[in-house]
Nanobody
Framework: QVQLVEFGGGSVQAGGSLRLSCTASGVIGSRSCVAWFRQAPEKEREGVAA???????NYADSVKGRFTISRDTFKNTLYLQMNSLKPEDTGMYYC???????????????????WGQGTQVTVSS
């Protein structure tokens, strides 16, 4: 059984930075598909960034150039570096893992069968 735990959320002012981490326990495939999703109050969950099985990355248009996703397979840890944060980045951030995947996956949350409990990010103006 895979368990995911997110760290690094918090409150920052607009323009600030945060780095989220997600550690995984259990058996993890080296080519697993990993991603960050977020959900703001009264809004639908949306994909933020992903690393697919061949190492390619996906980013939502709203975060391109500001967020960077990376993974350390040795440590079983996924990261999301968030710079130039905006109030609209506020929400609960979840990491997710799935099996093999390819292409653009941010609008396919069903591909991910393991989810963390979430970490809150709040950006004030």
């Amino acid at each position: 059984q895979v368990q995911l735990v997110e760290f690094g959320g918090g409150s920052v002012q607009a323009g600030g930075s945060l780095r989220l981490s997600c550690t995984a326990s259990g058996v993890i495939g080296s080519r697993s598909c990993v991603a960050w999703f977020r959900q703001a109050p009264e809004k639908e969950r949306e994909g933020v960034a992903a690393v697919v099985s061949d190492g390619s990355t996906n980013y939502a248009d709203s975060v391109k150039g500001r967020f960077t996703i990376s993974r350390d397979t040795f440590k079983n840890t996924l990261y999301l570096q968030m710079n130039s944060l905006k109030p609209e980045d506020t929400g609960m951030y979840y990491c997710a893992r799935g099996q093999f995947c390819s292409g653009y996956v941010l609008d396919l949350p069903s591909l991910f069968n393991y989810w963390g409990q979430g970490t809150q990010v709040t950006v004030s103006s």
